[in-house]
């Protein structure tokens, strides 16, 4: 199975702070790799597929990139509707693994 | 618009076995992939298995190999997931996802979402 490993596992941050989250895979993945918001008690929200299409209906604060085995999530200017859990998901090959999770806060 | 709802709360104590179910509107029911996904409390996504609604074929994570169970109905555009053997570490929110178009073979990302079954399983 593909390890797919999140840093930091939680950030604490200021509405319109700039903040990056990471993914790492195991083993390349191509650009099979997307990104879900999950807010408490809430079903995951994708934002970003395939590393870095846009997500019809998501703000554009959002932009992925990466390839291969690394990739970024960043979020331009921090709003307070963006405190959530973020996870990756390799949808390379299954199983469809996702990351841990980074769970950001409010600084 | 396109809608998963899931049934409701469940309750079984180990060794028993569960089945969630996953209606969906808003599009055709046969023309995209369905994958379910699980979330222990405080933890995080756990990617179970998906079905071809169209075919009924399946493909389900080896860890849950000879548990699990996906089928559907596509008289009434449901899909199920069937887990026995339920042990205390099965206790979890059961999501249903809508994932790429059948004829694709590219995964990209889940856009829809059901809101989750709650299963709890005690003694």
């Known amino acids: 199975d593909i390890q797919m490993t999140q840093s930091p596992a939680s950030l604490s941050a200021s509405v319109g702070d700039r903040v990056t989250i990471t993914c790492r895979a195991s083993?390349?993945?191509?650009?099979?790799l997307n990104w879900y918001q999950q807010k408490p008690g809430k079903a995951p929200k994708l934002l970003i597929y395939a590393a870095s299409s846009f997500q019809s209906g998501v703000s554009s604060r959002f932009s992925g990139s990466g390839s291969g085995t690394d990739f970024t999530l960043t979020i331009s200017s921090l709003q307070p509707e963006d405190f959530a859990t973020y996870y990756c998901?390799?949808?390379?090959?299954?199983?469809?693994?996702f990351g841990q999770g980074t769970k950001l806060e409010i600084k | 618009q396109v809608q998963l709802v899931q049934s409701g709360t469940e309750v079984r104590k180990p060794g028993a076995s569960v089945k969630v179910s996953c209606k969906a509107s808003g599009y055709t029911f046969t023309d995209y992939y369905i994958h379910w996904v699980r979330q222990a409390p405080g933890q995080g996504l756990e990617w179970m298995g998906w079905i071809n609604p169209n075919s009924g074929g399946t493909n389900y994570a080896q860890k849950f190999q000879g548990r699990v169970t996906m089928a559907r109905d596509t008289s009434i555009s449901t899909a199920f997931l069937e887990l026995s053997r339920l042990t205390s570490d099965d206790t979890a929110v059961y999501y249903c996802?809508?994932?790429?178009?059948?004829?694709?073979?590219?995964?990209?990302?889940?856009?829809?979402w059901g809101q989750g079954t709650l299963v709890t399983v005690s003694s």
């Open positions: 996802a809508r994932g790429n178009i059948v004829v694709v073979s590219t995964v990209l990302g889940f856009e829809y």
């Open positions: 998901q390799q949808s390379y090959s299954v199983p469809y693994t």
């Open positions: 083993q390349s993945i191509s650009s099979f």
